[in-house]
């Protein structure tokens, strides 16, 4: 639902029972004067039925739609489920009245687009730009569903038609210091080391640059030894910008709750999940979009007061267990929440000065173990590494 001028628009959606389950298109209006529904009757052709899609409005009063999810039967006991990377323009002509006449367009933006997702976030930033974050793609196996789960940021430039995504340049003080310290080092370095340098051979370089449009271009470069000793170095350079402006940043994440204000953006909470087992979040962070130099950390999330919560078969069973197993599972809850409780201090200590990546270098065995531990024997090596990393990296931000 988005505010379009006088008027609450909604579209979409869908309803599920017991046996069958249907999903729509059709347009809603709730006028903000009189307070009554109408529904609206667009001409064109719109998009088909979905829900998850997510809406954002235009300067204009146009109202953008963009991805979502549907499934259909197939056959008996058998859904295909679609996700949707369609965009669309809902486009009016009037003040925001019922008499007002509505026409679908389909839009065919340029640039990179996200990759296909669901359970993405949107909002309105700055310079006539929507942004999207994060999201879920499911992979359907044999009798499981496993996501891979994103944190990254895409803008959309309306008046463009044109996706980019956004990229975390990191602080300019530190890459400054950094690369003085690196100009000292080299100025004083050993002339033998440089003469040697200029011995060595010529050295094919391949590079792979990826283009604007997302094509991937192999370069195939011959230079010196010193070239190469500058180019190894500048990589270096970049590894390190890299891991630097990665250590501060939310964890992949569906659902997650997004605001804009003063060209800030603000990202709070969302879920994780690892096959039948989710994680829900509760962190806060911010980052300036006209900067997009790195994300700050507003409110932490404590790993260990989180819980993850495995899928019951059905809520009936799960009620009628309730009264004659409910004392007992409290038991065991009580016992398991002692064991963790004891077990904070087992952790593997930062030690002092010590970097975040030194740190998962470290200690990544224990974590890796211990996801295992709380994930199941079932859960592929991927999503255990992962929840493994996010695991050491809340623990070190809480330990330093």
Known sequence: MVACKRQLIIFG?????????????????????????????????????????????????????????????????????????????????????EEDKWTWSRLNPSGVKPTPRSGFSVAIGPNNRSLLFGGVHDEEEEESIEGDFFNDIYFYDIGKNRWFPGQLKGPKSEKKKRRRGRQAEAEGADNEEVEKQHLQGP???????????????????????????????ESEEEEEDGALGQQVEPCPRSNAMLAVKHGVLYVYGGMFEVGDRQFTLSDLYSIDL????????????????????????????????????????????????????????????????????????????????????NMGPDAKEKKVVKVAHAMAKTFYEDSV
């Open 290 to 373: 006209h900067k997009m130099e790195e994300w700050k950390v507003l409110a932490e999330m404590d790993p260990k007061a989180q819980e993850w919560l495995e899928e019951s078969e059905s809520d009936e069973e799960e009620d009628d267990t309730e009264g004659a197993d409910g004392g007992e599972e409290e038991e065991e809850s009580s016992e398991e929440e002692s064991e963790d409780e004891g077990g904070e201090e087992q952790h593997p200590s930062v030690q002092p000065e010590e970097k975040h990546t030194d740190y998962l270098s470290r200690t990544e065995q224990y974590w890796i173990k211990l996801a295992r531990s």
């Open 203 to 233: 050295v094919e370089v391949v590079k792979e640059v990826v283009a604007e449009d997302g094509t991937v271009m192999t370069i195939k470069q011959v230079i010196s030894g010193p070239a190469e000793e500058k180019e190894r170095s």
């Open 13 to 97: 959606g869908f309803h599920e029972s017991a046996r069958d389950y249907i999903y729509y298109n059709d347009v809603y209006a709730f006028n903000l004067d009189s307070f009554t529904w109408s529904k609206l009757a667009p001409s064109g052709i719109g998009p088909a039925p979905r829900s998850g899609c997510q809406m954002a409005t235009t300067p204009e009063g146009s109202i953008i739609i963009y991805g979502g999810y549907s499934k259909q039967r197939i056959k008996k006991d058998v859904d295909k489920g679609t996700l949707h990377t369609d965009m669309f323009l809902l486009k009016t002509e009037g003040a925001g009245k």
